[in-house]
Nanobody, 120 residues
């Protein structure tokens, strides 16, 4: 079974840091891009950051300079280092794997989500 498993969410004070991890498991040949989305109550899900196999990155403007996405291709793992967290970063964070090449097909995968709460 191919799936994404996230970890690292939690409660942190404003200005604090958290590191999210996401591992893609199963019989995977390759993954083109991995990324993190977030969804706050009443809001649409939005892209936070993404990284391709070659290391190209993309960030939403509100997290530039504070968040860093990285990836270990050999382990099919993506990380999101979040620094200088703000209350408006509070959301459920979802891992995404785009163009996941399996034996007979290519799929898009989502993780189950991990809660990040920034509050004093």
């Amino acid at each position: 079974q191919v799936q994404l498993v996230e970890s690292g969410g939690g409660l942190v004070q404003p200005g604090g840091s958290l590191r999210l991890s996401c591992v893609a498991s199963g019989s995977i040949f390759s993954i083109y891009a991995m990324g993190w989305y977030r969804q706050a109550p009443g809001n649409q899900r939005e892209l936070v950051a993404a990284i391709t196999t070659g290391g190209s990155t993309n960030y939403t403007d509100s997290v530039k300079g504070r968040f860093t996405i990285s990836r270990d291709n050999a382990k099919n793992t993506v990380y999101l280092q979040m620094n200088s967290l703000k209350p408006e970063d509070t959301a459920v964070y979802y891992c995404n794997a785009d163009r996941v090449r399996l034996l007979l097909r290519v799929v898009n995968l989502w993780g189950q989500g991990t809660q990040v709460t920034v509050s004093s």
